[in-house]
T-cell receptor
Framework: DAGVIQSPRHEVTEMGQEVTLRCKPISGHDYLFWYRQTMMRGLELLIYFNNNVPIDDSGMPEDRFSAKMPNASFSTLKIQPSEPRDSAVYFC???????????????FGPGTRLTVL | GENVEQHPSTLSVQEGDSAVIKCTYSDSASNYFPWYKQELGKRPQLIIDIRSNVGEKKDQRIAVTLNKTAKHFSLHITETQPEDSAVYFCAARKLGQFYFGTGTSLTVIP
Protein backbone atom coordinates (compact mmCIF):
# COMPACT_ATOMS: atom_id res chain seq x y z
CA ASP A 1 0.00 0.00 0.00
CA ALA A 2 1.26 3.50 -0.81
CA GLY A 3 0.10 4.85 2.52
CA VAL A 4 -2.13 7.86 2.97
CA ILE A 5 -1.95 10.11 -0.08
CA GLN A 6 -2.59 13.84 0.05
CA SER A 7 -2.67 16.47 -2.64
CA PRO A 8 -1.52 19.05 -3.26
CA ARG A 9 1.64 18.97 -1.14
CA HIS A 10 1.93 22.75 -1.24
CA GLU A 11 -0.70 25.37 -1.94
CA VAL A 12 -0.24 29.11 -2.09
CA THR A 13 -3.35 31.16 -2.60
CA GLU A 14 -4.70 34.63 -2.05
CA MET A 15 -7.13 35.62 0.63
CA GLY A 16 -10.71 35.03 -0.43
CA GLN A 17 -9.95 32.15 -2.78
CA GLU A 18 -11.38 28.67 -2.40
CA VAL A 19 -8.97 25.93 -1.39
CA THR A 20 -9.61 22.20 -1.73
CA LEU A 21 -7.36 19.63 -0.08
CA ARG A 22 -7.60 15.98 -1.03
CA CYS A 23 -6.91 12.72 0.74
CA LYS A 24 -6.87 9.04 -0.15
CA PRO A 25 -6.78 6.82 2.97
CA ILE A 26 -5.09 3.45 3.26
CA SER A 27 -7.22 0.77 1.67
CA GLY A 28 -9.28 -1.07 4.26
CA HIS A 29 -9.14 1.69 6.85
CA ASP A 30 -12.58 2.80 7.97
CA TYR A 31 -11.56 5.91 9.92
CA LEU A 32 -10.31 9.12 8.32
CA PHE A 33 -9.09 12.16 10.23
CA TRP A 34 -8.27 15.72 9.19
CA TYR A 35 -5.80 17.60 11.41
CA ARG A 36 -4.31 21.08 11.25
CA GLN A 37 -0.86 21.86 12.65
CA THR A 38 0.57 25.28 13.47
CA MET A 39 3.34 26.42 15.77
CA MET A 40 0.87 28.34 17.92
CA ARG A 41 -1.86 25.72 18.35
CA GLY A 42 -0.03 22.47 17.73
CA LEU A 43 -1.89 19.51 16.24
CA GLU A 44 -5.65 20.04 16.15
CA LEU A 45 -8.32 17.56 15.10
CA LEU A 46 -10.72 19.22 12.67
CA ILE A 47 -13.07 16.37 11.82
CA TYR A 48 -13.14 12.61 11.56
CA PHE A 49 -15.19 10.10 9.60
CA ASN A 50 -16.12 6.49 10.26
CA ASN A 51 -17.34 4.49 7.28
CA ASN A 52 -17.62 7.74 5.30
CA VAL A 53 -19.91 9.34 7.90
CA PRO A 54 -18.73 12.45 9.81
CA ILE A 55 -18.64 11.58 13.50
CA ASP A 56 -17.18 14.65 15.17
CA ASP A 57 -16.72 18.00 13.43
CA SER A 58 -16.46 20.08 16.59
CA GLY A 59 -12.91 21.04 15.67
CA MET A 60 -13.89 22.69 12.40
CA PRO A 61 -13.07 26.36 13.01
CA GLU A 62 -16.09 27.92 11.35
CA ASP A 63 -18.50 27.70 8.47
CA ARG A 64 -15.76 28.51 5.99
CA PHE A 65 -14.49 24.96 6.49
CA SER A 66 -16.27 21.91 5.14
CA ALA A 67 -15.28 18.28 4.65
CA LYS A 68 -16.76 15.44 2.68
CA MET A 69 -16.10 11.77 2.20
CA PRO A 70 -18.13 10.59 -0.80
CA ASN A 71 -16.60 7.09 -0.71
CA ALA A 72 -14.19 4.94 1.24
CA SER A 73 -11.18 6.00 -0.81
CA PHE A 74 -11.51 9.76 -1.03
CA SER A 75 -12.06 12.79 1.17
CA THR A 76 -11.85 16.55 0.68
CA LEU A 77 -11.39 19.48 3.01
CA LYS A 78 -12.55 22.76 1.57
CA ILE A 79 -11.95 26.30 2.80
CA GLN A 80 -14.09 29.01 1.25
CA PRO A 81 -13.20 31.84 1.49
CA SER A 82 -9.63 31.34 2.70
CA GLU A 83 -7.96 33.77 5.14
CA PRO A 84 -4.31 34.28 6.10
CA ARG A 85 -4.94 32.73 9.53
CA ASP A 86 -5.78 29.46 7.76
CA SER A 87 -2.12 29.09 6.83
CA ALA A 88 -0.94 25.80 8.34
CA VAL A 89 -0.02 22.23 7.50
CA TYR A 90 -3.10 20.08 7.04
CA PHE A 91 -2.68 16.36 7.67
CA CYS A 92 -5.00 13.58 6.71
CA UNK A 93 -4.71 10.31 8.64
CA UNK A 94 -6.46 6.96 8.52
CA UNK A 95 -6.89 3.98 10.80
CA UNK A 96 -9.02 0.98 11.57
CA UNK A 97 -10.03 -0.33 14.99
CA UNK A 98 -8.91 -3.53 16.64
CA UNK A 99 -12.43 -4.08 17.98
CA UNK A 100 -13.66 -4.31 14.40
CA UNK A 101 -10.86 -6.54 13.20
CA UNK A 102 -8.32 -3.83 12.42
CA UNK A 103 -5.13 -2.78 14.14
CA UNK A 104 -5.78 0.60 15.86
CA UNK A 105 -2.69 2.15 14.28
CA UNK A 106 -3.19 5.60 12.76
CA UNK A 107 -1.05 6.62 9.81
CA PHE A 108 -0.55 10.17 8.63
CA GLY A 109 -0.28 11.45 5.09
CA PRO A 110 2.59 13.76 4.08
CA GLY A 111 0.48 16.85 4.68
CA THR A 112 -0.48 19.87 2.62
CA ARG A 113 1.33 23.08 3.46
CA LEU A 114 -1.17 25.87 2.87
CA THR A 115 -0.13 29.51 2.63
CA VAL A 116 -2.84 32.15 2.30
CA LEU A 117 -1.49 35.56 1.32
CA GLY B 1 -14.16 13.67 25.86
CA GLU B 2 -10.58 12.94 26.84
CA ASN B 3 -7.77 15.17 28.08
CA VAL B 4 -4.15 14.20 27.42
CA GLU B 5 -1.38 16.15 29.11
CA GLN B 6 2.28 15.78 28.14
CA HIS B 7 5.45 16.82 29.96
CA PRO B 8 7.97 18.24 29.54
CA SER B 9 7.41 20.51 26.57
CA THR B 10 11.15 20.66 25.88
CA LEU B 11 13.91 18.26 26.83
CA SER B 12 17.66 18.39 26.20
CA VAL B 13 19.92 15.43 26.91
CA GLN B 14 23.50 14.52 26.20
CA GLU B 15 24.10 11.89 23.58
CA GLY B 16 24.08 8.47 25.22
CA ASP B 17 21.84 9.52 28.10
CA SER B 18 18.23 8.44 28.53
CA ALA B 19 15.15 10.55 27.85
CA VAL B 20 11.75 10.13 29.47
CA ILE B 21 8.52 11.79 28.35
CA LYS B 22 5.36 11.46 30.41
CA CYS B 23 1.67 11.69 29.56
CA THR B 24 -1.51 11.49 31.57
CA TYR B 25 -5.04 10.87 30.37
CA SER B 26 -8.38 11.41 32.01
CA ASP B 27 -10.82 8.81 30.68
CA SER B 28 -10.49 5.17 31.68
CA ALA B 29 -12.33 4.22 28.48
CA SER B 30 -9.18 5.02 26.47
CA ASN B 31 -7.54 1.74 25.54
CA TYR B 32 -4.79 2.40 23.01
CA PHE B 33 -1.78 4.69 23.47
CA PRO B 34 0.54 5.44 20.53
CA TRP B 35 3.66 7.57 20.45
CA TYR B 36 4.63 9.57 17.38
CA LYS B 37 7.92 11.13 16.33
CA GLN B 38 7.80 14.18 14.08
CA GLU B 39 10.93 15.52 12.46
CA LEU B 40 11.01 19.06 11.12
CA GLY B 41 8.91 19.39 8.01
CA LYS B 42 7.77 15.77 8.11
CA ARG B 43 4.62 13.92 9.10
CA PRO B 44 4.15 12.32 12.55
CA GLN B 45 5.41 8.75 12.43
CA LEU B 46 4.27 6.01 14.80
CA ILE B 47 7.27 4.72 16.76
CA ILE B 48 5.68 2.54 19.43
CA ASP B 49 2.28 1.86 20.93
CA ILE B 50 0.70 0.03 23.84
CA ARG B 51 -2.73 -1.30 24.58
CA SER B 52 -4.52 -1.06 27.89
CA ASN B 53 -4.09 -4.76 28.68
CA VAL B 54 -0.28 -4.46 28.63
CA GLY B 55 1.96 -2.73 31.17
CA GLU B 56 5.16 -2.37 29.18
CA LYS B 57 6.45 -2.74 25.64
CA LYS B 58 9.95 -2.43 24.30
CA ASP B 59 11.43 -2.06 20.84
CA GLN B 60 15.22 -1.81 20.82
CA ARG B 61 16.10 1.54 22.46
CA ILE B 62 12.48 2.62 22.87
CA ALA B 63 10.06 1.48 25.56
CA VAL B 64 6.62 2.53 26.72
CA THR B 65 5.08 1.89 30.13
CA LEU B 66 1.43 2.20 31.09
CA ASN B 67 -0.11 2.57 34.53
CA LYS B 68 -3.86 2.19 34.07
CA THR B 69 -4.66 2.88 37.70
CA ALA B 70 -2.87 6.20 37.70
CA LYS B 71 -3.83 6.90 34.07
CA HIS B 72 -0.36 7.72 32.91
CA PHE B 73 2.05 6.37 30.32
CA SER B 74 5.64 7.18 29.51
CA LEU B 75 8.11 6.94 26.64
CA HIS B 76 11.66 5.92 27.46
CA ILE B 77 14.51 6.33 24.99
CA THR B 78 17.84 4.87 26.03
CA GLU B 79 21.30 5.54 24.58
CA THR B 80 20.02 8.63 22.80
CA GLN B 81 21.53 9.64 19.49
CA PRO B 82 21.44 12.96 17.61
CA GLU B 83 18.93 11.49 15.15
CA ASP B 84 16.48 11.07 18.04
CA SER B 85 16.11 14.87 18.05
CA ALA B 86 12.50 15.60 17.07
CA VAL B 87 9.10 16.44 18.50
CA TYR B 88 7.38 13.52 20.21
CA PHE B 89 3.61 13.28 20.66
CA CYS B 90 1.66 10.92 22.87
CA ALA B 91 -1.96 10.09 22.17
CA ALA B 92 -4.86 8.19 23.67
CA ARG B 93 -7.57 6.50 21.68
CA LYS B 94 -11.08 6.44 23.07
CA LEU B 95 -13.56 4.63 20.85
CA GLY B 96 -12.65 5.90 17.37
CA GLN B 97 -11.00 9.19 18.18
CA PHE B 98 -7.36 10.02 18.98
CA TYR B 99 -6.54 12.68 21.57
CA PHE B 100 -3.03 14.10 21.33
CA GLY B 101 -0.67 15.63 23.84
CA THR B 102 0.91 18.98 23.07
CA GLY B 103 4.28 17.52 22.14
CA THR B 104 7.82 17.37 23.57
CA SER B 105 10.71 18.85 21.64
CA LEU B 106 13.69 16.58 22.31
CA THR B 107 17.21 17.77 21.56
CA VAL B 108 20.09 15.33 21.82
CA ILE B 109 23.38 17.17 22.22
CA PRO B 110 26.36 15.43 20.57
Amino acid sequence: DAGVIQSPRHEVTEMGQEVTLRCKPISGHDYLFWYRQTMMRGLELLIYFNNNVPIDDSGMPEDRFSAKMPNASFSTLKIQPSEPRDSAVYFCASSSRRASGGSDEQFFGPGTRLTVL
Amino acid sequence: GENVEQHPSTLSVQEGDSAVIKCTYSDSASNYFPWYKQELGKRPQLIIDIRSNVGEKKDQRIAVTLNKTAKHFSLHITETQPEDSAVYFCAARKLGQFYFGTGTSLTVIP
